[in-house]
């Protein structure tokens, strides 16, 4: 047992980067995920006439009501939840690259942070598992893994 008391730069070098690094590469997979659900999950929604799809949008788009004294279809919620999980998202790509910053010199603080956003991703994944379809999925699993592997490496053991 080491006689010297616990630094952050006792940690190896490689610890405090490789944390970093999952980090930087959860943010990316993020971003892609945001532009993905953006682009493709919200903006191409257009579903041909004379479909099933076709017609649940059309229904969706014609009936409005009143909600809090506001007229809305469920059209509108449909955008808006989606427009907020897009806003969420790059939210978490701009945290997750701003955390690999702040982990390049002190990674075990992080650590609590990255679980939170860990089991948050799983959900996110379970969710995408239940109610979605593979793409979704995929990319949440990747987030999640990239997230286990930056919660692992910023918890390495002290070095003698």
Not at 21 to 43: E, W
Not at 46 to 57: F, I, L, M, Q, Y
Not at 67 to 75: D, H, N
């Amino acid at each position: 047992m080491s006689t010297q008391p616990f630094s952050v730069m006792s940690l190896p070098k490689t610890n405090r980067l490789s944390t970093a690094l999952f980090l930087r590469v959860a943010s990316v997979l993020m971003l892609l995920h945001c532009i993905g659900h953006t682009l493709g999950g919200i903006f191409s929604v257009d579903a041909p006439s004379g479909t099933k799809e076709g017609a649940v949008v059309a229904v969706m788009k014609s009936n409005q009501f009143d909600v809090m004294g506001a007229t809305r279809s469920y059209w509108d919620f449909f955008i808006g939840y989606g427009l907020t999980i897009s806003v969420s998202e790059l939210l978490q790509a701009v945290v997750f690259w701003q955390l690999a910053g702040l982990a390049k010199s002190d990674p075990r603080r992080m650590r609590p942070i990255i679980a939170a956003f860990l089991l948050a991703n799983l959900g996110f994944a379970i969710l995408a598992w239940k109610y979605f379809f593979l793409p979704p999925l995929l990319g949440d699993l990747l987030i999640t893994i990239a997230l286990g592997l930056a919660c692992l490496s910023a918890g390495c053991k002290e070095t003698n």
